[in-house]
């Protein structure tokens, strides 16, 4: 044998072991997808909890809200929301705010019918939301989450989700609204940029301002905004904000936010403690009964003056870890 046939000898075998050894992973790739494919069949079979009434309605919503005395909870003997009663007006912001825990969250989630209350009723327009035809109601609902989702596709595709038939100029006109329009023209392919899985090619910033101009472009009845500028540094949480006040003008609004300063223009704020609803009122009437959100505040003012050395000087009489004082 010469060395050209050892060495094509040497090849072929390499290239046959490779082959081999393919199949020998077949049956546990094969084993794996049939368990994936199954938990996923699961999924698709299950029946979903939340349906239509035999005759539902099906009418236009103004954004009358009205919750009352609704409990709920996850678990059958643990209730999360208690006996919380509530009325809103068309148009009205309400803050939402309280520990972790408190049931923050819960209450958005019945609001949007992710879930149905287990005792009392939430009316809309006077009508219990349970009575309206669940794809109607969800059409009125527009939501804009701390953790962003956006679809692998371009920037208008994601922004005309919300409404698929929405023209370019629709899309655009929301992008503007929501103070997107001008970090979009920016990028060399405008609105046709492709944002990668779940938008990794923007910031949080930007993909927080186009899921705002996708709930914009949708016209909902009632907003709901859950931790909305959580995620973001100072300057763009500025630029969201001014992008909030514009949308949630005439809409009933309700707004969770980590921040309670953010809240601080709302007609009224809730105060959520252990499930149920312990203060209502604006942020000033608030901070004089000097009760739970005055103590949420000063709690939130005291930590972010120790994470800023110049708030911490303030805070401490004017000398920053023991130095000299600060001058003007």
Not at 240 to 264: E, G, M
């Amino acid at each position: 044998m010469t060395i050209g046939e050892m060495t094509k000898f040497s090849t072929y075998a390499g290239y046959l072991y490779g082959r081999l050894n393919w199949f020998s992973f077949l049956p546990r790739w094969i084993s794996e997808a049939v368990t994936s494919a199954q938990r996923c069949f699961e999924i698709m079979d299950e029946q979903n909890e939340i349906v239509d009434t035999k005759y539902p309605k099906a009418s236009e919503i103004k954004g009358e809200v009205e919750l009352k005395n609704i409990t709920f909870g996850y678990k059958a003997y643990q209730a999360v929301v208690k006996d919380v009663s509530l009325k809103v007006k068309q148009g009205e912001t309400i803050g939402i705010v309280g520990h972790s825990g408190a049931g923050k969250s819960t209450i958005i989630n019945l609001l949007m019918r992710l879930y149905d209350v287990q005792r009392g009723s939430i009316l809309i327009d006077g009508v219990d939301i349970r009575d309206y035809k669940l794809e109607d109601y969800k059409r009125h609902i527009g939501v804009v989450l701390q953790e962003t989702f956006l679809f692998s596709g371009s920037i208008i595709d994601n922004i005309r989700y919300a409404r698929p038939d929405a023209t370019i100029d629709e899309c655009i006109r929301a992008a503007k609204i929501a103070n997107a329009h001008d970090f979009i023209v920016k990028f060399p392919n405008g609105y046709d940029t492709y944002v990668g899985e779940n938008g990794y090619r923007l910031s949080g910033g930007e993909r927080q301002r186009i899921a705002i101009a996708r709930a914009i472009l949708a016209n909902p009845r009632i907003l709901i905004l859950d931790e909305a500028t959580a995620s973001v540094d100072t300057e763009t949480e500025n630029q969201i904000q001014q992008a909030l006040a514009r949308v949630t003008k005439d809409r009933t609004t309700f707004a969770i936010a980590h921040r309670l300063s953010t809240l601080k223009n709302a007609d009224r704020i809730m105060v959520m403690d252990k499930g149920r609803l312990v203060e209502l009122g604006t942020h000033e009437e608030l901070m004089l009964k000097k009760g739970k959100y005055y103590k949420l505040v000063e709690a939130q003012q005291k930590m972010n003056a120790l994470t800023n050395p110049f708030d911490q000087a303030r805070h401490m009489g004017g000398r920053p870890h023991g130095g000299r004082p600060f001058r003007k």
